[in-house]
């Protein structure tokens, strides 16, 4: 996957979590302060060339992470522009939104801060990192646990769905449309009982082993993490002070 391939292979990689959690809070109240789109906007370019420059994450990979949430955004934009509603006769109307632009624009340029704040976190730390910097915030164990499970099942599915794709393709079972869409349907139906099995089998296997508790990983020791979380906190404070400047 490319977040982890991000996030095991960036320059920041041993750096502390609470650092990098630190920066993308504060890139996250930077968002929120910022009160024009050319200021949200300039917090987003920020975040960005951090990520890719700070921590050396290849433009490529954070491009195609960062492309379906953009998308989305751009889509939802867009039907902000529209206000649907009902003319004298009572028949169902649309028509552009009076002065909605400038709103409009403020508030993608804030979801797009916001977006490379969290990328800035996804793409530089390991959910491994990430469940121990929230065991110690004291978040509840039932949430980080359903975290790694789903974190584990994720890999279950990608690799079910890359030999499945595999058997099929070596059948020809692409060769035409009419075929493809027959194998799609079969791959969709296998997967889901395939998947169900596994975590049946998942949960089973930890019930065999006395699981009943949390999960417990080991947490990797990062050097000189005081002095990163110390630099982070002051980097994000002036990023604050920033945004609300050019608002």
Known sequence: ??????????????????????LALAGLLAAFVAATPTAAAFVALLLALTTVLGARVPAGVYLRVAAPAVGFLALGSLSLLVAVGTDTAGHLSWELAPDAGPR??????????????????????????????LRYL?????????????YRMLFVLAAAVRDTLTAQSARLGYASLLHGW???????????????????ALHRAALARNGGGPLRFLSPGFANAGRDTLLAAVAGTALILLAAGLG
């Open 1 to 22: 996957m490319l977040i982890e391939q991000a996030a095991y292979g960036n320059r920041w990689r041993r750096v502390s979590p609470a650092a990098k959690g630190s």
């Open 104 to 133: 409009i624009a403020t508030v993608a340029g804030r979801s797009l801060a916001s977006l490379t704040a969290l990328l800035l976190l996804v793409l530089t730390t390991p959910l491994p990192d990430l469940i121990g910097l």
């Open 138 to 150: 004291r978040v509840p164990e039932v949430l980080l646990d359903l975290m790694v499970l789903c």
């Open 182 to 200: 027959r194998s799609l349907g079969l791959l969709v139906a296998n997967l889901t009982v395939q998947i169900w099995q596994r975590a049946q």
